[in-house]
């Protein structure tokens, strides 16, 4: 294939253009040949292997293939410079040389200065008349010449400036609020050294009383042992002597009962018997044998009474609660907004219990003083005062008849007093530690306490005996409570459990668990589908009586709740807090209440039968109305 003799230097020139680089000594290099004589291209096949060991990849012929009709030197010359300049690309990594900064010209450069000095009238000024040579053909472009490069170069580093105290001042204010950082790190961490130091002395005074502690209880060790000692010998003594009393009981019986027999069967040989001493029946009668003789008439007569007297039923066919139709009538909103009204100062000791009359508008207040008052609403005078109790009064209960009343004591005895006299007719005897809490019967024949000794018990007031002893929970039993107008009993226990018994046997029917803290006092709503009860921490929980679940869990402490209280429409619950605080709960919409008045602890809390009312005791002795 021959090439041409000859290449005209506009296609070099477009083809310099198309590379992008200076092809001009090629193009030489190809005119020579051109002139010198006609060449051709032969294919040759190497078969000797290459002297060094490198393999080389093998490259197909596709790439080097030329288009028949179109075989020329000069393209094939172009096609092998394009494939080796793509190989040294490729190789050596060269990098193409960058395009040459056109130098800005000197109107451009004025042009831009203007603008950016904001001279704009200057600008439009200059722009017409330079606009207005040119047109004229006065001035010629390629004779005014380029700007100085130091001109430009000054300008560069100008803008570069004012970028650098722009990223400067950013650095600052970068500084600066790492700084204000560093500070509050620093101040942060001295607050920590601080508290730490500060744990770390009460950790070591802690291990230093703890210490102190241990030894003062080893010290005390064996004291505790000497009289745990003397509690086992006093525990034996008292056996014997309950023994002995027994023993003496029964011989005491066998003589009353021979002296019975005596006086019944042996009427005729006592008469001739009495004949000869006629002499000593005139004499007169010392005061010791007046004495046993008035003893004997009354074991008599309260033999012969007890002998008549039987036990009462528990009544089966039960009345329906009339509190039912009382909440379902009382459908007015529920009254939060108590305001202290009035104060009586009614006892000399902390007031422990408040009740209501069932009827009238009375209240009855028990107290530490050992009495037990009646005051007439609402100017608070007192209409009897009991007394009888030998010890702190707990708890007291009005018959459902509301003519007698039950109160428990600190001095292990339930006493019912007539109202009508303001005397006491019966006391109950049996329990071995103090009586927190009473309550009636609906039938009005049976009355159940709750003791210290962690039993209850019920008292059949028509034969005065104790029917039940309620054996079950393992601490201080602290509230019981009737369920209304049935034969079900509740109680509360200091060892975190309510339970529900059967009076009628005797026997545990179900126990609720959930409270974390001994139980103060707990009471069923007017309806009785509803329990309430508060604990020593002041959480207040409400259970479900029907289903026996709890329903929700109010915390109110961390002062104690000492008795909680619905009102008559079981709409809302009052809690006595230890912190003198009284505590009104809204169970339709969850808000709770305060009532401030109490200068001390409050210990019980009762509404008025209309709701309007509101009675509360404390520790300071009184009572305090609100409205």
Not at 23 to 38: H, K, M, Q, Y
Not at 290 to 311: P, S
Not at 514 to 539: L, Q
Not at 599 to 607: D, R
Request: proline share 4%.
């Amino acid at each position: 294939m021959a090439a041409k003799q000859g290449m005209p230097s506009s296609a070099l020139r477009v083809l310099e253009e198309a590379l992008g680089m200076d092809l001009t000594a090629a193009g030489d290099t190809a005119e020579s040949v051109a002139a010198e004589g006609a060449y051709y291209l032969e294919q040759v096949t190497i078969t000797e292997a290459s002297e060094d060991d490198y393999e080389y990849e093998e490259i197909p012929d596709d790439n080097f293939s030329i288009p028949e009709g179109e075989e020329d030197l000069a393209k094939a010359i172009q096609m092998v410079q394009e494939q080796a300049t793509d190989t040294q690309i490729l190789e050596q990594k060269t990098v193409l040389p960058s395009k040459q900064l056109i130098p800005e010209v000197i109107e451009d450069f004025l042009c831009n200065f203007l603008i950016k000095m904001g001279m704009t009238r200057t600008l439009d000024c200059f722009q017409s008349e330079w606009y207005e040579l040119i047109q004229k053909g006065v001035t010629k472009l390629r004779d005014t010449g380029n700007v100085p490069d130091v001109y430009t170069q000054n300008m560069l580093l100008e803008n570069e400036n004012k970028n650098l105290k722009k990223d400067l001042k950013c650095y600052k204010q970068a500084a600066d609020k790492a700084r204000e950082d560093l500070l509050k790190t620093q101040k942060e961490r001295d607050f920590h050294r601080m508290h730490h130091k500060r744990i770390v002395q009460e950790k070591n005074k802690l291990i230093n009383d703890l210490k102190g502690l241990k030894l003062h209880y080893a010290s005390y060790e064996p004291a505790l042992r000497v009289l745990h000692e003397k509690h086992h010998t006093l525990l034996k003594q008292k056996m014997l002597t309950s023994l002995e009393r027994d023993r003496a009981v029964g011989q005491i019986s066998g003589l009353q009962a021979t002296l019975k027999h005596m006086e019944i069967g042996h009427n005729y040989h006592a008469s001739e018997i009495r004949v000869p001493n006629s002499e000593k029946e005139n004499a007169p009668e010392g005061p010791t044998q007046k004495g046993l003789r008035e003893a004997r008439e009354k074991t008599k007569c309260k033999t012969r009474i007890k002998d008549n007297k039987k036990d009462s039923e528990f009544p089966t066919d039960m009345q329906q609660n009339p509190n039912l139709y009382l909440c379902k009538e009382n459908i007015g909103p529920a009254k939060f907004d108590y305001k202290l009204n009035n104060i009586f100062r009614l006892h000399e000791l902390p007031v422990s219990c408040i009740i209501m009359h069932p009827r009238k508008d009375i209240l009855v207040t028990c107290g530490e003083d050992r009495l037990w008052k009646l005051v007439g609403l609402p100017k608070g005078n007192v209409l009897l005062t009991g007394f009888g109790h030998t010890d702190w009064l707990s708890n007291c209960c009005f018959h459902p008849s509301g003519n007698k009343l039950a109160t428990s004591s600190g001095d292990t005895t339930v006493k019912l007093w007539d109202l009508s006299k303001g005397n006491c007719i019966l006391t109950f005897e049996g329990h071995s530690h103090a009586v927190w809490s009473c309550t009636w019967h609906s039938c009005g024949d049976f009355v159940a306490s709750s003791s210290l000794d962690t039993t209850s018990k019920i008292w059949d007031v028509n034969s005065e005996r104790c029917r039940y002893t309620l054996y079950g929970h393992t601490d201080s039993v602290n509230s019981i409570e009737f369920f209304p107008c049935s034969n079900t009993l509740l109680t509360g226990s200091a060892d975190k459990s309510l339970s529900v018994w059967d009076a009628r046997t005797g026997n545990c029917e179900q126990s609720l668990y959930g409270h974390m803290h001994s139980i103060n006092d707990a009471t069923f709503t007017p309806r009785g589908h509803m329990i309430a009860s508060c604990d020593a921490c002041g959480v207040t929980k409400l259970w479900d009586f029907r289903k026996l679940l709890p329903i929700v869990s109010i915390d109110i402490g961390p002062s104690p709740g000492n008795e909680v209280n619905f009102d008559s429409s079981g709409r809302v619950l009052a809690q006595a807090s230890g912190s003198g605080v009284i505590h009104l709960l809204d169970l339709k919409s969850g808000q709770i209440h305060k009532l401030m008045g109490h200068e001390s602890e409050a210990h019980t809390v009762v509404f008025s039968h209309d709701g309007e009312y509101l009675f509360s005791g404390g520790s300071d002795g009184t009572v305090r109305t609100w409205s």
